[in-house]
């Protein structure tokens, strides 16, 4: 299975130097070879790469990075080309390849060779050819059976270098129970980030002081002339903002998804299309701050990685549908219950809409559950949902209400 673990590198003022300078380089060589698929035919990665040798000849500094490295930036190149002609073949109106500023290029990438993991006079360091050796924040052990198969280095907005290790190991991956006993559905919405068929729902974090923080150093940012060294030292400014926001969604997301993927034996959510829902008229900057389309990739390799299925199953209708009889209601969306007039079955919205997800998900894999044992929640006096990690433990005995209910008829 392939990983990628990312650590914090601490290099010196040299090494710093040095490093910029290797990205530099390698952002004129991109352009260069952009410049020749702009007016060279029937050119491709494999044939541009054949032409570094000669190119170091006569541009003599590119001596000093190392191979490996000048490969891929040639198969950066072409890697965009395709992506940009996959989008364009979908259908997206797409324009070509632009020529990369210092700002635009952060990363270089070993790959194969070139990079090693050390550990000198007790502290890790990451040995780089043509670079050197690079003080490492070792905070996570590599397993033993894992082979570092490439290394990415990066230059953050901040300043700060990482270096992305990429790991290859064997199938690790726990075996799928045959029969899953632990089984949830997860509704993910705005209100409520996540509702699940235990009953169990989640906030979202509160971070609105961390996006005031950022939008004042934005304001501070527009009053300074552009270009100006008062400019540039704001922009890290306001990059630091920016990162601590995105630190603390992600590990939001992280906990989240890891405690349904430690949980359950079955996950399944709803097929969603993250970008679609974006670019919809309404409400499209709190669907932008959700961040469903990360939620779910970072679930789908947690549950694959833990022996647990991971069903997407198709959204059409989930909350209209009732769980009890399958008769489908128009209710408006500040309309946040259920209430069947077929049936009588009354639930919150997003629990009836988990249910769905659930019973769809069941359907998927031929499972038949008759019952479901929810997830027992320390719930605050006075309040419906909890924080993720306000949940304790699952597998407690239910009340009927828990209970997902069966579909009569």
């Known amino acids: ?14 090494l710093h130097e040095r490093l910029a300078w290797t990205v530099d380089t390698c952002r004129q060589v991109y352009n260069h070879f952009l410049h020749r698929l702009n007016r060279v035919d029937g050119t491709s990665a494999y044939s541009e790469q054949s032409l570094l040798p000669g190119l170091k000849r006569e541009w003599g500094e590119l001596k000093d990075v190392h191979s490996k490295v000048l490969q891929k930036v040639v198969q950066r190149l072409y890697d965009n080309l395709s992506t940009l002609k996959g989008r364009k073949d979908s259908g997206y109106h797409v324009g070509e390849l632009k020529w990369k500023a210092p700002q635009e290029y952060r990363s270089i990438t070993y790959s194969q060779t070139g990079f090693k ?10 040995s780089l050819s043509k670079i050197g050796d690079i003080p490492i924040i070792h905070h996570r052990e590599i397993p033993d059976d894992a082979t570092i198969k490439e290394v990415v280095v990066k230059q953050e907005p901040t300043g700060e270098w990482f270096a992305i290790l990429g790991i290859e190991t064997e199938n690790d991956a726990l075996p799928k129970p045959e029969t899953p006993e632990k089984c949830v559905g997860i509704d993910v919405g705005i209100l409520k980030y996540a509702h699940d068929s235990d009953g169990t729902s989640v906030k979202g974090p509160n971070l609105s002081k961390e996006r005031e923080r950022l939008e004042r150093e934005q304001r501070k940012l527009s009053r300074k002339q552009h270009g100006s060294a008062n400019y540039r030292k704001q922009q890290q400014t306001v990059a630091r903002r920016y990162a601590d926001l995105k630190r603390k969604r992600r590990d939001f997301l992280h906990k989240l998804s890891n405690y349904y993927a430690r949980e359950y034996d079955l996950v399944a959510v709803e097929d969603l299309d ?3 829902l974006i670019e919809l008229p309404s409400n499209s900057h709190n669907r932008a701050r959700a961040a469903w389309g990360t939620f779910l990739q970072m679930l789908e390799y947690k ?3 833990g022996g647990t299925h991971f069903v997407v ?12 009889c399958g008769v489908s209601t128009e209710k408006p969306l500040w309309d946040r219950k259920h209430s069947c ?8 919205r997003d629990l009836n809409a988990a249910y769905n ?19 027992e929640t320390a719930l605050p006096t006075g309040t419906d949902s909890v924080p993720a990690k306000r949940v304790i433990e699952t597998g407690s005995p239910v009340s009927s209400e828990a209970i997902r209910p069966s579909r009569a008829g």
């Not at 199953?313 to 769980?323: A, I, L, Q, Y």
């Not at 997800?357 to 997830?375: D, F, K, N, Q």
Request: proline share 7%; with cysteine.
């Open 1 to 14: 299975m392939r990983y990628n673990y990312r650590y914090r590198l601490k290099p010196t003022d040299e």
């Open 117 to 126: 993991l050390n550990n000198t006079s007790g502290r890790p360091v990451l």
């Open 274 to 276: 993250a970008k679609g």
């Open 303 to 305: 549950c694959e990685r």
């Open 313 to 324: 199953v198709d959204p059409r209708g989930t909350t209209k549908e009732c769980s009890n």
């Open 341 to 348: 007039p077929s049936c009588g079955f009354e639930a919150d």
């Open 357 to 375: 997800i659930l019973s769809r998900g069941l359907s998927e894999v031929g499972v038949v559950h008759s019952e479901l044992t929810p997830a």
